[in-house]
Each structure stands twice: as C-alpha cells, then as structure tokens.
C-alpha cells in the first residue's frame, strides 16, 4: 500500500496550476495530465465505474460489501493549484523531526519559514513537515486532499474485511479559479451527501463559508496632452482612486476576521484614458452581502452623476452562497464529521470558511458537502507546509466517516 505521503509528493510534482479569466474548463489543459494519473490508479485499485470527462473530471465508485442499504457518501477534492504563485516544479522537501526553529527553505535565495510570522508551526514540534524549496506553492491545496482519498480507496478496497456502503470518489478542476463544479456531474455521481476534503489544518470541520461575487469596474477618462490639460482632462486612474476611497475603510479585508465580510480591489490597470478594475465581494450574512453589492453600485451612481453618465460602468456576478442552510437540514454531516475526529484523537475545529469550497456550490445543486481538513497550511504560497502526521490522521478521519455511515 503506498504510504499517503509518497502519493501527495507524486501528485504535487504535476502541474495543474489553474488560469484565471479563462473560458474554458479546465482553464488549463495540464490539469487532464494528473487526471489521467488518477484513473489509471484507480483502476489499479479495483474502484469501479472510474471514468474521466472531456472537461477532465475524474469519478470512481467504491462499491458496497453489505446487505443493508446506508447512505451513498462522497468525497471530493480538487486537482488544480493557485494561480498565485508558480506551481511548476514544484519541488517537496521532508523536514523530519521538526525541532521548532526556523524553517530554511532556499538559502540561496534567503527565504526562510520564521516562526516568528507563522508560530502555528510550533505545534508539529517532532513531527515530520513536508516544506517547499522556497520557489514555488507546495501544493497542499489540493493535492493532500486527494493523496488522503486515494489511501481511504485502496484502504477499503484491498480489506474487504472492512464494511461500507457505496463510496463515490470526485476529483474536479479549476476550484482556484471558482469553475470547479461548473461540470460537475451531480447526478451520475450518485452520491446523497458528500465531503469536499480541502479544508487547513487538523482539526478544521466547515460548513459556513462567504456569500461571494465578483465586481467589474470600467471607467473612461478623457486623455489630453498635459501642457493644455486645464478642465479638459479626466484621469481614469485618479476616477479609480476615488472610487476606492469611497468604499469603506473598515471593510478592507486586511481589517476583517472571523464573519467580517469585505471588498477587495485585486487588480486595477490602465491609463488616463480609461481604466479597468476587478473586485470581489464577500460576506457571511446575505443581507449584509446583498447591501455590500448595492452600495458598490450607489457609489457608481453617484460618480456617473458627479463625472457624467457612462463615466462608470459597473457589473457584478454571484459566485457561490454560503452553504449553511443547505448544510443544516442534514446536521448528521456535522454531528459525524466530529466524531469521526474524536474517534480519531482530533479536536474538531468549527469555523466559518473565509472564502469557499466546491462543496458550497455542490451544496445549492443538491449534493449537501461541507468541508474537512486536509491538514496543510499557509496555502498558496511558498510558505506553504503540511506535517505528515496531520494527513494520516486525515486518511484515518475519512475511514470512520466511512464506518460511521456504515453502521
């Protein structure tokens, strides 16, 4: 049986690295290499039913060894990486028995994981922590997820003496770039309840996440020489900039925490002619969020009328919902999720998730999912890790939700 980190390891060396404003699902072909990776495993292991899509969605079924009939669970992770920071090369290093001191992971190039900004590490003290080379993401989100479900599969289908139900496994693309269940196919994955496995640290059990929507922002300018440019002249640039300044201080997501919701500005380009900006909304509470995505667009009234009609153009598009109304109905996802920790010696961690998961939008097309661990940390970055320990105890949690559903 391969161990559930020399799986990770092969998987976070494929680059799946997802693209950002494209159309196409998967926004990028690299994405098929590791799924095709995963059906030819899958098929090693016996899962039946395995079977890859044309927009490189992987499906398996464990089939079931019992007589009663128990509810079909599902358990889903995504391929694709964070277009944040590269994903090529990646380039995984086992730093074993963790001593609690900083974390040296490219000495060439000075970077080095300090305790002093990332003290949550101090907790795998004695463990065993697969790091980064300091060049690119690890690639815990969401490769880990994935390692841990390939385990839980050939753990169940190389025992028969262990008993389940009717196991369905999803692999999905493009969850980085908010297209990861665009195609998915709910209804042949035939699952009544279903786990994304993505979520942080040991521990974490979620099943509230931000309402979330994406803001497009246009602005036209007027571009004149600078030398004749008195009550002629209208910078898009600086029309941006007051803009931004216009929307709440307090709700610049370097002041928010816990169920705060927040606009953020990710990117702003142009010139003096015209400008274009991208943000995104977010918020727990409905209300609270639909009042957000009004005001941005009274603050675009208000420009329009100060600057002149079709100075501003503004649209907004819904991503995903929080899924905790879909989730409460069927709690018994909750209730067992944390005993399946406990029976594993974890402390179940409830928090809200402060962005979302395939599972949310699963949730609204009728497949209820929250979100479980996967143990990792710092994700999308080069300061991301994830200890060993915390993924098999992952493997060990999914198994007991497995027996739990069983029984």
């Known amino acids: 049986m391969k161990h559930v980190t020399e799986r990770f390891i092969k998987y976070a060396k494929i680059d799946t690295q997802s693209v950002d404003e494209m159309e196409s699902v998967p926004s990028s072909e690299k994405q098929k290499n590791l799924a095709k990776?995963?059906?030819?495993?899958?098929?090693?292991?016996?899962?039946?039913?395995?079977?890859?899509?044309?927009?490189?969605y992987v499906y398996a079924t464990i089939p079931?060894?019992?007589?009663?009939?128990?509810?079909?669970?599902?358990?889903?992770?995504?391929?694709?990486?964070?277009?944040?920071?590269?994903?090529?090369?990646?380039?995984?290093?086992?730093?074993?028995?963790?001593?609690?001191?900083?974390?040296?992971?490219?000495?060439?190039?000075?970077?080095?994981?300090e305790t002093s900004q990332y003290p949550a590490i101090?907790?795998?003290?004695?463990q065993d922590l697969i790091v980064t080379d300091g060049n690119t993401l690890l690639g815990a989100d969401d490769k880990a997820g994935i390692a841990e479900i390939m385990v839980m599969a050939e753990t169940l289908l190389s025992n028969p003496n262990i008993k389940h139900g009717t196991i369905q496994i999803g692999f999905t693309p493009d969850e980085e770039v908010g297209?990861?269940?665009?195609?998915?196919?709910?209804?042949?994955?035939g699952a009544d309840f279903a786990y994304t496995v993505d979520g942080g640290e040991i521990g974490e059990l979620e099943y509230e996440n931000f309402n979330a929507a994406g803001a497009k922002l246009?602005?036209?300018?007027?571009?004149?020489?600078?030398?004749?440019?008195?009550?002629?002249?209208?910078?898009?640039?600086?029309?941006?900039?007051?803009?931004?300044?216009?929307?709440?201080?307090?709700?610049?997501?370097?002041?928010t925490e816990k169920y705060e919701g927040f606009y953020l500005l990710e990117s702003l380009e142009g010139g003096v002619d015209s400008a274009k900006a991208s943000y995104i909304i977010r918020d727990h509470d409905k209300v609270k969020f639909q009042q957000?995505?009004?005001?941005?667009?009274?603050i675009v009234s208000y420009l329009n009328d100060k600057y002149g009609e079709g100075t501003f153009k503004a649209s907004i598009k819904d991503s995903y919902y929080n899924m905790k109304e879909k989730i409460q109905p069927h709690f018994h996802l909750i209730e067992n999720a944390k005993k399946a920790m406990e029976d594993a010696g974890v402390?179940?961690?409830?928090?809200?998730?402060?962005?979302?998961?395939?599972?949310?939008?699963?949730?609204?097309?009728?497949?209820?999912c929250?979100?479980?661990?996967?143990?990792?940390?710092?994700?999308?970055?080069?300061?991301?890790?994830?200890?060993?320990?915390?993924?098999?105890?992952?493997?060990?949690?999914?198994l007991n939700i497995v027996g739990i559903y069983t029984e």
């Open 347 to 368: 402390t179940p961690i409830i928090t809200p998730i402060r962005g979302g998961t395939d599972g949310a939008r699963l949730s609204y097309m009728g497949l209820p």
């Open 292 to 298: 957000k995505k009004d005001n941005f667009l009274k």
């Open 64 to 113: 079931s060894n019992i007589d009663k009939k128990v509810p079909v669970i599902g358990f889903i992770a995504h391929m694709d990486t964070s277009p944040a920071i590269s994903g090529k090369d990646v380039n995984p290093r086992i730093v074993k028995n963790y001593n609690g001191e900083d974390i040296i992971l490219n000495d060439e190039l000075k970077i080095t994981l």
């Open 179 to 189: 297209r990861g269940v665009d195609f998915f196919d709910v209804e042949g994955f």
């Open 370 to 398: 929250p979100n479980i661990c996967t143990g990792g940390h710092n994700y999308h970055g080069r300061y991301e890790y994830i200890p060993i320990q915390s993924m098999e105890k992952v493997v060990e949690i999914l």
């Open 37 to 56: 990776v995963l059906v030819e495993e899958l098929k090693e292991l016996g899962a039946s039913n395995v079977r890859t899509d044309e927009h490189g």
């Open 218 to 255: 246009f602005i036209q300018g007027t571009s004149i020489h600078p030398g004749s440019a008195k009550d002629k002249m209208i910078n898009a640039l600086l029309l941006a900039m007051e803009f931004q300044g216009m929307l709440p201080v307090q709700e610049n997501p370097m002041y």
């Open 122 to 126: 101090k907790q795998y003290i004695g």
